[in-house]
């Protein structure tokens, strides 16, 4: 596994990231969760990304983790970086969603409950506020680091106006933002625009979730959905069947490319958002060792080839 630093910080990351959002709730398998977090630190990935909201249902996530690293990987604590959030609906009331001060500490102080740590490496707020003064949200994340619950804090999901503020805030607090988590794959580039260049501006690190598109580019979707698979899931809120079609002939095309390239469509996928020397690291949502296995393999790998990335272009993809 091959470490990228995150800005101006003492901190690297792994290239690839696990992500624990829908592979850790209260149905998932045990036996599958703990060969996860095993085999993850075999291979190098030290760095596991949480939120409160994280399960199915909200909080199984956590507490899975939690009776994991408990049980198995107590004293690996230090070798890991953990990562969670909060700004998402948790409880009913006023207070149990959003970027509030109450709202963003209750959550933090719930979710190292769940957790059974006395701290976590990064806390993000999960999205932006409309309705709650910046000012406050961010107090919120530098009281998280003066408290001692979190070593550093992270901002998801915020526009590059809304990121600069925050930065800018938090830089006059010295509690600097490590890292800003926001969605970039092949399929959805909106972050190229102004996003990606102000945290290279800001000097933060990035990290980006969703870089298969929920297993979009990995192919299996092009001979139909799959049961059992996130599309076929009617819960799901980011993939389902017309999601899939809409967007079955970019993914073709680029099978097609990774074919004639004679890599995985995951790989270039992969390989393709890992040459942007702004991404600090790619979170990927493995539901089995196999998978993880196969994105961990990318690691390390030479850029993609002059030709791969001018059939992307060429193909109309980007």
């Known amino acids: 596994m091959q470490y990228r630093r995150c800005g101006r910080s003492g901190v690297l990351l792994p290239e690839i990231s696990l992500g624990l959002w829908h592979n850790f709730g209260a149905d998932a398998d045990s036996r599958v969760c703990r060969a996860l977090v095993a085999r993850s630190l075999d291979l190098g990935i030290c760095h596991f990304d949480l939120a409160d909201n994280y399960g199915p249902p909200p909080g199984s996530a956590e507490t899975r983790f939690g009776r994991l690293l408990q049980s198995d990987f107590a004293g690996h604590r230090d070798e890991m970086f953990i990562s969670t959030k909060a700004g998402h609906l948790m409880w009913p009331g006023p207070y149990g969603d959003w970027g509030s001060r109450k709202h963003l500490l209750a959550g933090l102080d719930q979710s190292l409950r769940r957790m059974k740590l006395d701290y976590v490496d990064v806390f993000y707020s999960h999205r932006p506020d409309p309705h709650t003064p910046l000012e406050e949200t961010v107090g919120a994340l530098v009281h998280a680091v003066r408290s001692g619950k979190a070593l550093y804090v992270g901002l998801s ?9 925050a930065c800018e805030m938090l830089r006059e607090e010295k509690v600097p933002c490590l890292l800003h988590q926001f969605r ?9 625009v102004s996003v990606l260049p102000e945290a290279e501006n800001q000097q933060t690190g990035t990290i980006a979730f969703s870089p298969l598109a929920q297993g979009q580019l990995t192919g299996k979707y092009l001979k139909g959905i799959p049961k059992h698979s996130r599309a076929a ?62 994105c961990a393999a990318v690691s390390g790998l030479p850029p993609l080839p002059k030709d791969v990335l001018n059939a992307i272009v060429a193909s109309s993809i980007v």
């Not at 999901?157 to 503020?165: A, I, N, P, V, W």
């Not at 074919?259 to 040459?275: I, N, T, Y």
């Open 157 to 165: 999901k915020y526009s590059s106006e809304e990121f600069t503020r």
């Open 184 to 192: 970039y794959n092949l399929l959805e580039r909106e972050c190229e």
């Open 233 to 294: 899931d009617v819960s799901s809120m980011f993939l389902d069947e017309e999601k899939v079609k809409e967007n079955s002939n970019r993914v073709a095309k680029l099978q097609k490319i990774a074919d004639e390239a004679g890599m995985p469509l995951a790989h270039l996928s992969l390989r393709w958002l890992l040459r942007r020397r702004e991404v600090s690291s790619v979170l990927i949502g493995a539901r089995t060792v196999q998978q993880l296995e196969e």
